[in-house]
């Protein structure tokens, strides 16, 4: 488990969130929601020893994670970055970056860094694309090679900084599900998401970033029915009951009348 106790971090002179304590328990999936520039990206490095920490303190299964060195942290933790380049190499290799903090120097896979890659790919939904080079790949296409990579990492807990950028509603729905999965199996699951509709119906507990700070942090009820939504983001967040449970809306503010 990762637990992050009165963290700030930013980068340089500038802090971008403060005093930040929180919990990503294993066997639970854990959104990170907040309007752009919160904290959420940074929070998510900070939380994998990927830029300093200011004050505070970040525990990896107990141990201070500035006690840990890179391999060690990439063994029990994974992470998808918002953004990543485009090598000139298949899907497949892309993968098999996943297994490179199990691998000496120099670098050769073994039989099990090939399997874990492959079944990374099929749990992606992503095996069709194993053969195809990267720059081929449609965004959508590539997002899921690199949530597969992720996968081949075969982690405790795995982060997540907007998996579901690029895809279409029904690659966005087997995200969620994938990561349902995998907290299923024991995992930590952490996600930054812009869907609210998404998070408040998937995620077991949210966290609400808000200028820096941690505004709210609870299931996704508590975090609705606080009515901190509406003040984070300002609009009317409201939802309506169907067949397969509530489905979550937003509407503008009324201007009070003059």
């Known amino acids: 488990m990762v637990e992050l106790r009165h963290v700030s971090a930013g980068y340089g002179d500038r802090q971008v969130f403060s005093d930040v304590s929180l919990k990503f328990p294993q066997g639970k999936i854990t959104v990170l929601l907040g ?10 490095r900070a939380a994998l020893g990927l830029i300093p920490i200011g004050q505070g ?14 391999r060690q942290i990439a063994q029990r933790a994974a992470y998808l970055a918002q953004s990543r ?3 000139n190499i298949t899907a497949e290799r892309m993968v098999l970056h996943g297994r490179f903090p199990y691998l000496s120097y120099p670098r050769r896979y073994r039989k099990e860094d090939y399997g874990k890659a492959r079944q990374a790919l099929e749990w992606a939904d992503a095996l069709d694309l194993a053969e195809r080079p990267m720059g081929q790949l449609s965004g ?16 405790p807990s795995i982060f997540m900084d907007e998996p579901t950028a690029y895809l279409d509603i029904r690659h966005r729905l087997e995200v969620m599900a994938l990561a349902r999965r995998l907290a299923d199996a024991g995992r930590a699951v952490v996600l930054v998401l812009h869907d609210l509709d998404l998070a408040l119906r998937g995620a077991d507990c949210l966290a609400l970033l808000y200028k820096g700070r941690l505004k709210q942090a609870g299931s996704p009820e508590e975090i609705y029915a606080g009515g901190a939504l509406d003040e984070v983001f300002g609009v009317s967040v409201r939802r309506v009951r169907t067949d397969s449970g509530w489905q979550y809306y937003c509407e503008p503010k009324k201007n009070p009348a003059v």
């Open 35 to 44: 309007p752009n520039g919160c904290g959420k990206s940074t929070l998510l």
């Open 85 to 87: 380049g485009v090598p």
């Open 140 to 155: 959508g296409q590539r997002q899921k090679v690199y949530l597969a990579m992720a996968l081949a990492q075969d982690t």
């Open 57 to 70: 303190q970040v525990l990896l299964d107990g141990q201070d994670i500035r006690t840990l060195s890179p």
